[in-house]
Every structure is written in structure tokens, then in C-alpha cells.
């Protein structure tokens, strides 16, 4: 499986992982280890998987392969081993030297052919090859005794040790090459047939019995009950949808039934196919180890567990990475609204690191990414998809208002008319709460001064209209009601006029205590190269951002702050920009905080503006 190593789309990497025995980490000779190089590395600690590095644009402008070396072992465990070393560089980069087998590859329009070990190498060959003998021995004791006592290992006693350290993750092999020009990546092949794991290597893959709970087991064997975990489904607006799954046991024909755990439903497949890039190739069956294929199932998405009925298995997949960047969608031509959101529901099938919302508050269609230009793909999609045509826009900020001070207001509703009149009257005591301990409502009547059957109704009033708060709109949070005295009408009063008394109560204590705004605040944690410290710091005080802290990563910084979301929400570019692109953020909603007089005084006036144009 090729995955992307661009933030934008890393999610899927994380999804494909579930699905691999082994990886090979793809290092540029000449920007060296990335951020997402370490956090691709991260992903493969998580799943345990064994892995090698293949250090590649060796032909290019700048290309080094010893610094790009000692950059990654500077930032990497397990122990990094010399497989390979370069003959030539740059544009001079002609070929490899295998060390185990001492022997020079020079490739010819991608084509290899065995040479003599040049010159100006053979010294600095022997060295790293004794160096390389030193670290594989390490994988096997017997080994290691017969190195110390002056023995010399034979090239199979190497290859069975390099095997034995890969997959047990003693140490990591490094290769080396130019994928564009073919060189190298031959030798790369043998390497994963020769020293990489078989799906019997990775052992057997644990689960759950969806009836108990209880951990249950499936081996890599063909004999037993039929496990899957699917992790990729590609929509097709023609075609329907295709389901790729990795088979963690049993056998599966070329048709038939089989039971999705996560889902209790049955799902029928008529062909089961192979994918190799844009082409699909039918297969009669599949076991352990395979990632195949099926189309039109109608229940089954990404992250579910398929089974055999009679041997149900629920597999845990993992959670996509978490969105970073918010656009509010609207539809170019009217009537498409509908449109957009189910077009959308069907790409979240296939890409599950996307996220949707649809917000009753500010009546906006929010989609969620992990950067810019996964958004803007996603809008690319479903107009080549779905002929779905939308525009982005930054979303609202979702504000809140609260009270600092405590009063006690009347709120007295009298209306008389021809017959029943309406009379409803409530004395109430509004007081601030902690930040995030939301409403409180207290019924402190005494001796009957409002009927129970109405006390209700002038909360129901208060919650309603709290939804309008008095300085611009927003949601009024974080306060306590308390109802502590009233009168009523023995024909008159009736719920719905408690109800009016209730809300004119929270309009008049709002006006009188102190109401301010609130923003939401978010928890950012960004991770960027040393150099690009002072102009990040910079611009996260720029945002009104207040930095918790800094730790070290390697030759990585890490920063954490809490920064108001009003301020962050075209972050991801501005980063890109300020780092080149070598810079990556995180962040979750942390809390609500009151906003500074003098911006909040401009939220409400384009409050009051966007209400007059009502």
C-alpha cells in the first residue's frame, strides 16, 4: 500500500496501517526527516509493525545521504543500521553497495548490473560492513558468541539475523536509491521478500466476542473462521461503493455472504476483486494476509469488523486524527442544499478523517479537515463526483453571553383583553456561575405566592429567551435562576403567561448585570523546526494566543498555548507559509472566556448590522 505522507491526508496512512505487517519510511535525501516522517513513526510504534527506512531523491541537487542518516538516528528508536551506501552523489549517483554481500550495483536506465566496488569506497565499505556485522549479530546470541571469539559469519548467518532483528524490531535496516530513476529499488524488493514479516509472523490478531465482551482470538490460518477489517471504501457515483479489507484469518470464495459484526447485518458480494492502482482484477478466493476488494455492499464502511456468522470477532479500528480546520459550505445554485449534504455524507464513507455538522444555531453546513487543501479537494470531489458545485466560507464563531453580577428582578406580564385576561408575575434572582456549570434553575416559592403547575413555565421562559442574549444574540450561558416570590390571578394567570413573566424577567436581569461575551478558546499544540520558534511565538501573541509552554523534540520544538478560535481559523496556510510547510498544529475546544471590551464592542455592532439586514 502506498500511502500519502502529506498532513492533509495523513489520516488515511494511520487507517492503512491496521491493514500492513511491515512499512518502509520513505526519507528525502535533502530535507531529511520531516514532521510527519515522526509522526508516521509514531503510528508504527502504536501498531508494533517492524519497518526500514529507504533514504530516496539520492540523484538530486543537495542529496546526502550521511547527513540524512545521522539525522534520522538522531531521531529514531530502535537502533538504525547501514544496509546500504551510495556510489556517487547528486547528479553523479549512479548506484549501490549491498554490505552484506560486498557486491556494487550500477543501474543504466533503471536496469542494474553487478560492478567492482569502486576504488575510493572499498575502505570506507569495509568499515561500515564491520560496523553492520557488529549490530546484526546483536539479533542472535549464538551469533554474537561466535563474532567475539574471531569467527567469520557466513552471508546466510547475516541474512537469517538481519530477518530475525527486522522483525523483532532489534534494529531498523536503512537502503538507499532514486525511486524516479529505478535505482536501487530492486534490491529494496528483495530486501521486504528476504527480511520483512509474513502474515504468519505478525502472530494471531486479538478481538472481541460482540456478545460478552470478552477477548477472543483469530491466528493467520486458513482453517479458521473467516476475520476482516475493512479500511478503505472508495465511492463511486456509477460504480457504487468499494470495499477494500485486509484478511486477518480464514478463507473467502469469489461470491458470497458474510456477517458484519459492527453493523449486525448480513452483507451479500457477488465478485471478489484485487486492486492494483486504477485496475480491478477478479480473484477466486483469499486467506490470511490479503487485501481485497468487494463492490455494492450496502451497510459496510470503514472500520468494520466482517465475519463468519457462526464465529462472530469485533475488531477495534482506529480513530481517524483529529480535524484541524472548519469551512462553512453553502450550495453555488439554489435548491442544491439538500444536495450538498448528502453528497458529503457519501464522501465521509470514503475519506472518515473528514467530519460534518450542521449547525441549528447559525444555520451553516460546517465541514471539518485536516488542512486546507483536504478541504479543497473534498469541494473538488464532489463537483467531479457529484456535480455538487459549493462555496467555502470562514464559519461563524459560535459566541456565547453570561451575567458578572447578581440581581433580582420582577418580571410582571399583564395583558387584559375582551374575556380571560392574561397575568403572570415572578420576582427572580439571577447570579453568575463558574464558567462551563451551564443553567440552574432553584425553586425557593414559598407559601403558594405562584401555583406549582406554573413554576415550570417561567423556566421554560428564562431557558427560551436565554437563547437571544440581550447583547448580540448569542446563547446566554453559565447563570442560576432562583424564583423566590410572585402573584397570580385565580382566572387570569395560565402557563403561557408565566411563561412571557419568566422570559421578561431574564431580559430585564440581563441588561442589568453586566452581560459580556464570550469566546470560544482552543488548545493548540504546534510543532515546528528550532529555527522558525521566534516568528511562530510571534504570531500566536499576534492572535491574542497565551503560550503555556515550550518542550524539546529532537531538533523539533513543540509549543503549547490556548488561543481564541476567531483567531485561528486560517491558521493552517499562515503556518505552511511561516514554515514552509515544515511546521504542523493540533488543537481541540478547551473553553469559554470573556472577549476583550474593545472587540467584543465590534461583534456587536456586526451583530446588530447582519440583524437589520433580516
Not at 496501517?17 to 518502509?24: C, E, K, R, T
Not at 469488523?305 to 459550505?329: G, H, M, Q, R, W
Not at 469541494?379 to 453570561?402: A, D, H, S
Not at 408565566?498 to 430585564?508: D, E, H, P, Q, V
Amino acid at each position: 500500500m502506498d500511502t500519502p505522507g502529506d498532513q492533509n491526508f495523513f489520516s488515511d496512512t494511520k487507517t492503512c496501517l491496521q491493514a500492513a505487517d511491515a512499512a518502509v519510511v520513505v526519507i528525502d535525501a535533502v530535507d531529511g526527516v520531516k514532521v510527519q516522517t515522526e509522526i508516521g513513526w509514531e503510528f508504527l510504534d502504536d501498531f508494533k509493525l517492524p519497518r526500514a527506512i529507504f533514504i530516496n531523491k539520492l540523484d538530486r541537487e543537495r542529496a546526502d545521504f550521511q547527513r540524512t542518516f545521522e539525522d534520522a538516528k538522531g531521531m529514531f528508536q530502535p537502533k538504525l543500521i547501514i544496509l546500504q551506501l551510495p556510489i556517487g552523489s547528486e547528479a553523479g549517483f549512479k548506484g549501490v553497495v549491498d554490505l552484506i554481500t560486498r557486491k556494487a550495483y550500477v543501474y543504466e536506465d533503471g536496469k542494474s548490473k553487478a560492478s567492482e566496488i569502486p576504488a575510493d569506497m572499498k575502505a570506507s565499505v569495509e568499515v561500515e560492513r564491520e560496523a553492520l556485522i557488529e549490530n546484526i549479530a546483536e539479533a542472535d546470541d549464538a551469533l554474537v558468541e561466535r563474532y567475539l571469539e574471531g569467527e567469520t559469519l557466513s552471508e546466510e548467518d547475516l541474512k537469517n539475523a538481519l530477518r530475525k532483528g527486522t522483525l523483532a524490531g532489534t534494529f531498523v535496516p536503512v537502503l538507499c536509491g532514486s525511486a524516479t530513476r529505478n535505482v536501487g529499488i530492486d534490491l529494496l524488493m528483495d530486501f521486504i521478500v528476504a527480511a520483512m514479516p509474513s502474515p504468519l509472523d505478525g502472530g494471531a490478531k486479538s478481538g472481541k466476542d460482540p456478545a460478552t465482551g470478552t477477548e477472543i482470538e483469530r491466528a493467520p490460518d486458513p482453517k479458521a473462521p473467516f476475520a476482516a477489517l475493512v479500511v478503505k471504501t472508495i465511492t463511486d457515483p456509477y460504480a457504487g461503493r468499494l470495499t477494500l479489507f485486509r484478511v486477518f484469518s480464514g478463507t473467502i470464495g469469489g461470491d458470497g455472504t458474510f456477517y458484519n459484526a459492527k453493523k449486525e447485518v448480513r452483507e451479500r458480494y457477488n465478485q471478489l476483486l484485487v486492486i492494483l492502482g486504477k485496475e480491478q482484477k477478479p480473484v477466486d478466493g483469499a486467506g490470511p494476509g490479503s487485501i481485497v476488494a468487494v463492490a455494492k455492499l450496502k451497510e459496510t464502511g470503514t472500520g468494520d469488523t466482517l465475519c463468519d456468522e457462526a464465529n462472530k470477532i469485533l475488531f477495534t479500528a482506529v480513530e481517524p486524527i483529529p480535524t484541524l480546520i472548519s469551512y462553512a459550505l453553502s450550495a453555488k445554485n439554489k435548491g442544491d442544499e439538500d444536495k450538498v449534504f448528502t453528497s458529503l455524507t457519501r464522501l465521509l464513507e470514503e475519506d472518515t478523517s473528514l467530519r460534518i455538522d450542521r449547525l441549528a444555531e447559525t444555520k451553516e453546513i460546517i465541514l471539518h479537515g485536516q488542512g486546507q487543501i483536504h478541504i479543497e479537494t473534498t469541494v473538488e470531489r464532489l463537483k467531479r463526483k457529484f456535480n455538487v458545485e459549493v462555496q467555502l466560507n470562514i464559519p461563524k464563531v459560535p459566541y456565547r453571553e453570561t451575567i458578572k453580577k447578581k440581581v433580582r428582578v420582577q418580571g410582571r406580564h399583564k395583558k387584559q383583553t375582551g374575556g380571560h385576561g392574561q397575568f403572570g408575575d415572578c420576582w427572580v434572582q439571577f447570579e453568575p456561575q463558574p464558567r462551563s456549570k451551564g443553567f440552574e434553575y432553584v425553586d425557593a416559592i414559598v407559601g403558594g405566592s405562584i401555583p406549582r403547575q406554573y413554576i415550570p413555565a417561567v423556566e421554560k421562559g428564562i431557558v427560551e429567551s436565554a437563547q437571544r442574549g440581550v447583547l448580540a444574540g448569542f446563547p446566554c450561558v453559565d447563570f442560576k435562576a432562583t424564583v423566590d416570590d410572585g402573584s397570580y390571578h385565580a382566572v387570569d394567570s395560565s402557563e403561557m403567561a408565566f411563561k412571557i413573566a419568566g422570559s421578561l424577567a431574564f431580559r430585564k436581569a440581563a441588561e442589568q448585570a453586566d452581560p459580556v461575551l464570550l469566546e470560544p478558546v482552543m488548545k493548540v499544540t504546534v510543532i515546528a523546526p528550532d529555527e522558525f520558534m521566534g516568528d511562530i511565538m510571534g504570531d500566536l501573541n499576534s492572535r491574542r494566543g497565551r503560550v503555556l509552554g515550550m518542550e524539546n523534540a529532537g531538533k523539533n520544538q513543540i509549543i503549547n498555548a490556548y488561543v481564541p478560535m476567531s483567531e485561528f481559523q486560517t491558521y493552517a496556510p499562515d503556518l505552511r507559509s511561516m514554515t514552509g510547510g515544515r511546521g504542523i498544529y493540533r488543537m481541540e475546544f478547551s473553553h469559554y472566556d470573556e472577549v476583550p471590551s474593545h472587540i467584543a464592542q465590534k461583534i456587536i455592532e456586526a451583530a446588530a448590522k447582519a440583524k437589520e439586514k433580516e
